[in-house]
Every structure is written in structure tokens, then in C-alpha cells.
């Protein structure tokens, strides 16, 4: 049987989000269990959309019987450069989106409500989208997506016939744009950091691409199979600090791993992403959100 993944997963219609992360504070299973039940009451299908995902140690909590193969804390990374991506691993994350900022801010409200009975607040985001799907870079994000169904599929969701099945392997990872020093540099060479033209969005080709651009660093084959994820990220920004929350989801944990150690020169070119010069990472964290079934079977499963 193939089960039914979370359907937020690939709504793409979304303006607004909110990104939660929590860190349990009790260990009480049936305690957990009630209060995210309760979190997701009464929800609008149209109009707001919820992903739930878990950290391994809270799936383990929850779920003693099964974890899906791949799942691993995300671990802080020491690039070849002086860069670091940074762990801040906790249990639960939520991620709402829908079209109507005030909707989603209640459905937020609740989740956090909910959830403030067993567990702590260790990260609050809002994310909207920025004049259809740019990052605030001014480069379009998302381009080099899977673009059908079954790409989306088979890129974002765990194999029928593994633990975890119909679910997926989920990276969160805030991002905070250094503007002063992007905005310093010549469209040309941002293009050539990125790998894209700007205006035009056009992948750059042969000896135009560098090798330490982003896509030369991302664009990713290992022993044969192309490492594609699919990317949900949004920017989020006030005047002072702005950035990008990296969200996405793979068939397996090593999709992102690779794609991190090439950017941060941890393979055997030691090359660095140039991207990490002008943005810096100040969160990570893996995560896993089950097919619905598997959501629904924790979730009633009282004892
Ligand atoms: C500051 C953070 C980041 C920014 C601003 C950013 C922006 C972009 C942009 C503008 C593109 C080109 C258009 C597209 O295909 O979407 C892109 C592509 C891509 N990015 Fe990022 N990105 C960031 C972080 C990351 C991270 C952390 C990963 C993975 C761990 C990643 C993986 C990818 C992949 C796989 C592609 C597509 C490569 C291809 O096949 O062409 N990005 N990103």
C-alpha cells in the first residue's frame, strides 16, 4: 500500500508562513500525544496548510517500533573556510502556510498554544513569498526544482517498502543575508556566485559556470543517482535582518549531507560554495514527517 504524505508538502500556492520548532519539555508520551492532536483541530484544508515533523530522539518517544533508516540529528558543521552551519536540533516543527497571513498567524497561535503545555518555543519564523518565488538576493529560487508529480515524488518521499514510507526526510536551516555586502557586488559576479543569470534566470553553461558556484556546489551525482531534493524555502526579513529559511524534503538524509559538505569544502576539491561569503547559517535541524497514517497511528495510539 502507498501511503498518503502530508499534503503541505507540495501546495505551492502559499504567501504566508510561520515556522515553529520545539524542544519537548516532557516526556509523557500520552501528554505529547494530546497536545499535537489538539494543535491541529479544526484546521481549514483550503485555507491553511500544516506539516508536522519530528526530531529522531522525539520520533523514538513517540514511535519505539520504527524510524526511517536515514533520520540523524543534524550535527554542526566546521567548513574548510572558517564557515560553520550551526545545530540547533530540538523535537518538534511545524510548518503552517497558507494564503492569508491572518490565518496562518492563528493557526500558529494554536499550534503554540497547544504545545506550550509540554514543550519550549526554540524557534519562530514567518516566511513569505517575495515577488513570486525570488529570494531576496533578487535571484528566482526554486527554478531547479523537480517539476512533475512523480519527480516532486520521488525526489521528497521515502520508498514504498521502507520504514517511513510515504513520508520524508525534512532540512530546516535559517539563513541571514549579509544585503550590505551582496548589494557591494557586480550583477555579473553574483550571477557567477550563483550560477544563474539574474534577470533572465538562465543556468549558466561550460566555462561561464564556476566551480564553486552555488549550483556546481548543489547539482550533485553520486555513484550514478542525481542527489535531488525538493526546496520549499521562503525568505522572511524586516528592515534590519533578512535571509532565507531553507526548507526541504528528500527520499533520504544524504541528499542534504552531500549538498552541505560541497558546500562548505568537505570533499576532496575543498572547494567552498561562495553563496556561504555573502550568507550565513544560524540554525539546522533534521526532522521527519510521516505519511498520514503513520501521523494518525501515533497520534491515537493512547496508552
Ligand atoms: C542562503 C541560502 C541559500 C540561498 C539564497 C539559495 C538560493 C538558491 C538559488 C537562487 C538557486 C538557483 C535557482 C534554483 O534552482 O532554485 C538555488 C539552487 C539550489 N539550491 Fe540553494 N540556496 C541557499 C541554500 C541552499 C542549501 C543550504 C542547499 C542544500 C543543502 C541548497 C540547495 C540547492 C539546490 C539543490 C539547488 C538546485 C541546483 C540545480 O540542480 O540546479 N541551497 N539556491
Redesign the pocket.
Known sequence: MNKTPQSGIFRENSHHMHFLEYRLTSNNCNLIKKAITEAIQNIQPGEVSLVISFGKQAWQLLQPNWTPQTLENFMTLNGEQGHCAPSTQSDLFFWIQGLDMGVVYDQAMQVHKSLKTIAELSLEQQGFDYHKNL?L?G???????PKTDDLKRSAALIPAGQPGEGGSLV?C?K?V?DMDKWDAVPVHCQEGI???TKEQ?I?LEGDAMPEDS??SR??LTVDGVP???Y?R?APYGTVVEK??M?L?FACELKR?TT??DS?YGLTKDRKIDQ?INY?K?VSGSYWFAPALEDLNAVLTDLR
Open positions: 529570494d538576493i535571484f528566482e529560487d526554486g527554478t531547479a526544482n532540512m536551516q539563513w543575508h550563483v550560477g544563474r534566470n543556468e552555488h549550483i548543489t547539482d542527489m535531488k531534493i526546496r524555502s535571509g532565507l531553507f526541504a542534504f549538498q552541505l558546500m553563496l550568507s547559517a
